[in-house]
Nanobody
Framework: QVQLVESGGGLVQPGGSLRLSCAAS????????IGWFRQAPGKEREGVSI????????YYADSVKGRFTISRDNAKNTVYLQMSSLKPEDTAVYYC??????????????????WGQGTQVTVSS
């Protein structure tokens, strides 16, 4: 069965850290660009970070630059999103998506080949 499964979400205090995982089954992630997206209640989904399928170059939204780091572990078929210095405005459901083309995740993520089911991140004291 082909799927992406996110994990690692939870409740964390402002200033804290979490590491999200996006694990693939049924296909190998190293041939895909992987993106992390998030959606807060009442807001549209936004792109958070992308790692390229070609050279592992990375992209970050301005709101998370310097605080979040995306990486991939091909041996584990998993992509991570390390989140530090978390703020209440980071609270959202976080999703990962995969597509062979980075440009799809950058410009038309709804067309991505695979999406995970999401994991909740809540930043609150």
């Amino acid at each position: 069965q082909v799927q992406l499964v996110e994990s690692g979400g939870g409740l964390v205090q402002p200033g804290g850290s979490l590491r999200l995982s996006c694990a693939a089954s049924g296909f190998t992630l190293d041939a895909y660009a992987i993106g992390w997206f998030r959606q807060a209640p009442g807001k549209e989904r936004e792109g958070v970070s992308i790692i390229s399928s070609v050279d592992d170059s990375t992209y970050y939204a301005d709101s998370v630059k310097g605080r979040f780091t995306i990486s991939r572990d091909n041996a584990k078929n998993t992509v991570y999103l390390q989140m530090s210095s978390l703020k209440p405005e980071d609270t959202a459901v976080y999703y990962c998506a995969a597509d062979p083309l980075t440009v799809v995740l950058r410009t038309a993520p709804r067309e991505a080949s695979y999406w995970g089911q999401g994991t909740q991140v809540t930043v609150s004291s």
